[in-house]
């Protein structure tokens, strides 16, 4: 049986990461945040992610002390910028963050978009960040396979997590094999191709078949291929759906959804990003 909040990814430092958690880009206004933080945390959620691009942190923050739950009870996920990477900012800016959540920790940060320049200095922020305590886990995201062989070159201990864009369009098996190879979890950011994928014929026959809806399918698919799941959903109706998973796909299903695969981003290619430095120009002031 399915249930959200027990059902957890074993990290290779030991630690636990909830399978299901709620994303919160363009989360920006407060009412939104406090409604869908709860809605979701009814709902079973219990890992919350943000980032500092999103700049929603504070406002994170306060929706999950209104909860009024102990800290323990949820699972925040941060994520350092591009412009703050670099030793020393990427200490101070996750001071920073911290303060903004108001808590002394976050369960796992992550270096958000791989850069040339700051590459092994940021990572060895993070490796710092976690011996204080200040991050219990600590990973990347949009990392790519070769990035990640890189690091290795050079890192004492190496990401327990790699968040990354995929969704059916985006099957992303050889990359997900790779990081389930080297013991990294591998999260979903946009696992519903930012509701592109819900509109596929195939998918939307096995959501009748089973009563359920695409995004329910998908995320169902996600799981069953061992892969950690953060939908996005302004829409209480729709949060509480995307947590109800207690179904199964079969192997024939599984397979169908595998080759749906059209390399299809809806974000950035990682690699581009980290060869031309393009991310800056995405960088909103
Ligand atoms: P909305 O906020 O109106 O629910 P992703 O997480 O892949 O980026 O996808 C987010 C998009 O998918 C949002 O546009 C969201 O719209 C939509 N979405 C999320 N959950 C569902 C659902 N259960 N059914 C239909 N659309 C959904």
Request: proline fraction near 3%; hydrophobic fraction near 40%; avoid cysteine.
């Given at each position: 049986m399915f249930e959200p909040a027990?059902?957890?990814?074993?990290?290779?430092d030991g630690n636990q990461m909830p399978v299901l958690g709620f994303g919160t880009y363009q989360l920006t206004k407060p009412a939104l945040m406090n409604q869908s933080i709860k809605a979701a945390y009814e709902s079973g959620?219990?890992?919350?992610?943000?980032?500092?691009?999103?700049?929603?942190e504070k406002m994170l923050g306060d929706a999950i002390r209104n909860l009024g739950v102990p800290r323990q009870d949820v699972f925040i996920v941060d994520k350092v910028t591009e412009m703050n990477q670099g030793h020393d900012l990427t200490i101070d800016s996750t001071?920073?963050?911290?303060?903004?959540?108001?808590?002394?920790?976050?369960?796992?940060?992550?270096?958000?978009?791989?850069?040339?320049?700051?590459?092994f200095e940021t990572w060895e922020a993070f490796e710092e960040l976690k011996k204080q305590g200040k991050a219990r886990s600590i990973g990347v995201s949009n990392f790519t396979r070769s990035q990640l062989e890189l690091l290795k070159t050079q890192a004492d201990e190496m990401p327990v997590v790699?968040?990354?864009?995929?969704?059916p369009y985006l099957n992303q098996?050889?990359?997900?094999?790779?990081?389930?190879?080297q013991s990294i979890v591998t999260q979903a950011w946009s696992p519903l191709g930012r509701g592109l994928v819900l509109d596929n014929p195939m998918i939307q026959k096995m959501a009748a078949h089973h009563e359920k809806s695409p995004a329910q399918i998908v995320l169902r698919?996600?799981?069953?291929?061992?892969?950690?799941?953060i939908p996005k959903?302004?829409?209480?109706?729709?949060?509480?759906?995307?947590?109800?998973?207690?179904?199964?796909?079969?192997?024939?299903?599984?397979?169908?959804?595998?080759?749906?695969?059209?390399?299809?981003?809806t974000g950035n290619e990682p690699e581009l990003v980290y060869e031309l430095g393009k991310q800056y120009k995405q960088f909103k002031k």
């Open positions: 027990k059902t957890t990814y074993q990290l290779n959620y219990r890992l919350f992610d943000t980032a500092q691009y999103y700049r929603n001071n920073f963050s911290l303060q903004q959540l108001g808590t002394d920790y976050v369960d796992l940060l992550l270096v958000h978009w791989p850069i040339a320049d700051k590459f790699n968040q990354i864009e995929t969704h098996a050889p990359l997900i094999k790779f990081d389930k190879d698919w996600d799981i069953q291929r061992g892969v950690a799941v959903s302004q829409m209480p109706a729709r949060i509480a759906q995307n947590a109800d998973l207690n179904f199964e796909l079969s192997d024939d299903e599984m397979s169908m959804l595998d080759v749906m695969n059209r390399n299809q981003r």
